[in-house]
């Protein structure tokens, strides 16, 4: 398989600055070397353009809500969209290196540019807020209300990946809602597996219930790997980190099905690793080692 990552420095969609600075951190960490050792080229076509927030505009949108940054976003967003979707068409693997959490807008909008997929979103937050119902009007918290067409994103032609149905959208690792959020995911036909789920059933079962439910009558799926789904004690350089997350061996475990499962993964991404907030580079470095672990490394 031939790796192509994307680099997307972004960090318009969320509260903290310091995730721009993921895409580099990850790929200080050994990133190329780690997927050229489990057996696949790996090409890297640098990174994509992002607005600095001093430059950009308000959060005010036209009927009330709040998305901050949101023209900007919408940009980069539909930028990686297509150049996702030109790294499937050339055969290639999209691999996007993130940035906060609002490029996965862009990454699964492209992956659905043709098929129907699901998505497997590895997450301690749902993301399922709209400028409507956000606290923050952090655009982070939106991207799978985004994708889906929900709230204002409905017939957007940036976000709205119509390919992309509620039912095979599953999200793992949950234990940080907001109110409105949480009535929404509820009345929605996604799968929400929270911390309590995978106490109660164990990791590799939920994760396993995941890929069954993501996968059902679609062509592929999209995974998406926001690095706070692990507990900060494990990865502490992260925009919202959130207590009572992931251990470090589920973590890989998890991304161990993702491997079992590649021939049904058409896209990935890996989010909110901010260096600012981390420890000598330890949550990058993980990182890395996850995604290798998601693209076939071994123990044994």
Known sequence: MNVRLIG???DLGADRRGVDMGPSAIRYAGLRNAIEATGHDCTDSGDLDVP???????????DGGRAKYLPETAAVCRTLREEVAATIEDDAFPLVLGGDHSIAI?????????????VV???AHGDFNTPQTTPSGNV????VAAMLGRGEFAGSDWAHAPTVREENVVMVGIRDLDGEERDALHDSDATVFTMSDIDEQGLTSVVEQAFDIATDGVSGIHVSLDMDFLDPDEAPGVGTPVRGGVTYREAHAAMEH????LD??????????NPILD??????ELAVELIASGLGKRIF
């Open 121 to 123: 979103w590895f997450d």
């Open 8 to 10: 997307v420095p972004m």
């Open 258 to 261: 993702v491997a079992a499962r």
């Open 279 to 284: 420890q000598h580079n330890r949550t990058a």
């Open 140 to 143: 982070h918290g939106m991207s």
């Open 52 to 62: 600095r927030p001093e430059l950009s505009s308000a959060d005010e949108t036209p």
């Open 106 to 118: 862009g990454t699964a909008g492209g992956a659905a540019q043709d098929d129907d997929i699901g």
């Open 264 to 273: 049904d993964v058409r896209s990935m991404e890996v989010v909110e690793v």
